[in-house]
Structure formats: C-alpha cells, structure tokens
C-alpha cells in the first residue's frame, strides 16, 4: 500500500467512525443491520493474529541472536511494561480518592454480568497457570495468547541455541510472517466501512445507557477518561520525547490507523496486525523490536485497563460505604498491575480482571454490575491508551545499548 493510498484510507476511517457515531443514534436500525460488516472486518483481523504473533515473536527472538541479548531484552521491556503500568494505577488511585465519584451516591440493584460471574474465584494463580496450557492448539484455537508468546519465546530461543540445524525452521517462520503482513495491508482496505458498522452497531445497541454516562456513574467516567488522558496526553508523550528521542505529534499521527482501530474494536489482539505495520512503515521502528515487543505488549502491557480497575474498585467500594485503607489500596495497586498483565487482549478482559483486584480488598463482585453499563465506551478508550503505549514502548526499547549499537 503506497503512502497515498494509507492516507486516503485513513480519512475514510476517520468519516467512517463519525458516521458510524451519528448513525448509531439517529439510525440505529440500519446500523444493526449491517453489523456483520464490522464481524467480517474483526474476523478477518483476528483470523491472522494468532499466525502473526507465533511468527513474529519467533522471528523477533531469532533476530536477536545471542540468548543473553534475548534475556537482556526481555528484561528490560518488561521493567518497561511494570514501571508504566504501576504509574497509571497510581495516577487512577490519586484521581479517585480526589474526586470521589462514588461519594453520596447510593448502590442501585443490578445483576452480574455473565461474562464476569465465569472468572468468579480465579486468582492471580490462575493466571501463572493459564502460561503453560496442557494443548497449545486449543490455546490458540481459544484465543489465549499469553501462552503462545511464552511457547514462541522459547521455541526461538532453542532454535537459536541449535545453530545452522534450526536456520530451515527460521527461513520457515520469516515467510509466515511476511505473508501475515501482507494479508493485512488487504485487510486495511475494508477497514473504514468496518470500524463505520462496529461503532454504529455498538452505539445503536448501547444507546439507552447514554443517560447513565451523564448521569449517576458520569463522575466516574470522567475520573477514568481524565486518567486515561493524563496518561495518554502526557505521561505517554513525554516517555517517547525523552526516552524514545521521537516527536510525539508525528507519531501519534503515524499511528492514527491502528489508534482509530483500538477504538472500533476494543481489541489489542484485533489491532496488533495494523499496530505493527504502523511502527515499522511509518515510525520507522527497528523491526526485531516490534516483532518482540508489541505482540507481547499486546497481551501483557495493559496501562488504560490497570488505570481503570484502580478507579473502578475505589468507586465500588465509595458506593458500597466501604473506606478502604492505604494498606488496601497498596494491595489494589499491586492486583491490579499484576492483573493487567494477566488481562487478555480482547472485549471487556478489563472487566473481567476486575473480579480478581475486587477480591483481593474483600469488596462484592456484584459491584461490577454498577459500571458494566458504561463499560462498552471506557473499554474502547482504554484500548486505545494501551496500544498507544505498546508502540512507545517498543520505540524505547529500540533507543537500548542492544539496538543502538547493532
């Protein structure tokens, strides 16, 4: 795809979800109708991410070359992903307890959420559990992704290890990869009138919640989207200025494709494909750096998400009359940062962490149930902040002594 024709895609994307807004509310019908557009469009983005994260992450380890640049790398992005996501739980938790959106407010009756009452009594074990699955194939073919980046790490790194007897294999991968990127640059060509129907239907569906947004959990929504702002709008920036020596106007505007993609789909699994397209073609990033930074990332680096637990749980418990300590509110943020990398890359995993942060603090799960209403808006914008953070992190990563110098 030539820079003219990314750009005219681009806008058409842009159009594409302001229609999509618009209609949603005034023609509601017409946009439930064509939603499947937007199923065929995410379909077609989820049916090459498990090929392309498998490919790229063993692609990415393989490029690394010695086994000690791996560990080292490794190492360093994941301080990466930690330092970051431990600032935006503790930027939410200071936003809360300044605010207090749960004060004065009394808890209405409502139910749990299927999706939420699956994951009740899991824990952080679970998630230790769920990185080594009995079947890689049913992992894959369920849609979890934190196991298969921990089977592609160490599948590249034996590869590595064995010399010229594994270059067959990795010559194998490469062709993989390279063919999963170009199925995206087609896949692109749908992608305004698939972000058009999603956000239309998504609208259209969740229209009669717009009075909730505004009204009793509307103080906190605006404490998760002041959050998400600050993190994004300037923690984020000043990361890539500083650390990633890039300017952060330009790079946003080079990401504006999967950026506007987070926000149709809610998936960082779904906008990994088009996330990584933007950091090698437009913001010129290292490629082995990409290749094993935001697949990962794109599991495990969930800054917006642990944000908007932080938040969530202290408005719970506000709501509920309970005044939890500082102790309690250490716990939340540790539980929610370790939560968070455990939240897979999809719809409302966000949500569905949350049953594990509210448990640890002893607060009702049923809480939950309180702001799943306005959930389908706030997980979109989280989405975006955590793709947004996965690019910056592999820009910073590509600023180490290990890139610099190859």
Known sequence: MTEKQGNI????????????????????????????IGTVFLNSLMMVVIPLIVASMIVGVTSLGDIRKIGRTGAKTMIYFLFTTSMAVTLGLILVNLIEPGAGLTAWQTE??????????????DIFLSLVPRNLFK??????????????????????????????????????????????????????????????????????????????LGKYSLTVLLGLFIHGFIILPLILKFWGKRDPLQFVLNMAKPLTTAFATASSSATLPLNMEAAIEKNKIDSRVVQFVLPLGATVNMNGTALYEAVAALFIAQISGIDLTLGQQIIVLLTATLAAIGAAGIPHAGTVMMVIVLQAVNLPITGIGLIFAVDWFLDRCRTTVNVFDDAVAATVIAQTKEFRET
């Open 9 to 36: 895609v681009l806008l058409l994307m842009v159009i594409g979800a302001i229609a999509g807004a618009l209609g949603g509310l005034f023609a509601g019908e017409l946009f439930l109708k064509i939603e499947f």
């Open 112 to 125: 749990l959420p299927e999706i939420v009452a699956k994951s009740e009594g899991k824990g952080i074990v």
């Open 139 to 216: 992992a894959a073919a369920d849609g979890d992704i934190l196991p298969l980046i921990v089977f592609s790490l160490l599948f590249g790194g034996v590869l590595t290890a064995i010399g010229d007897k594994g270059k067959t294999v990795i010559r194998f991968f490469e062709g993989i990869n390279l063919a999963m990127m170009e199925m995206v640059h087609l896949i692109i060509y749908i992608a305004p009138l698939g972000v058009m129907s999603i956000i239309g239907a998504v609208v259209a569906k969740n229209a009669a919640s717009f009075d909730q947004l505004v009204a009793g």
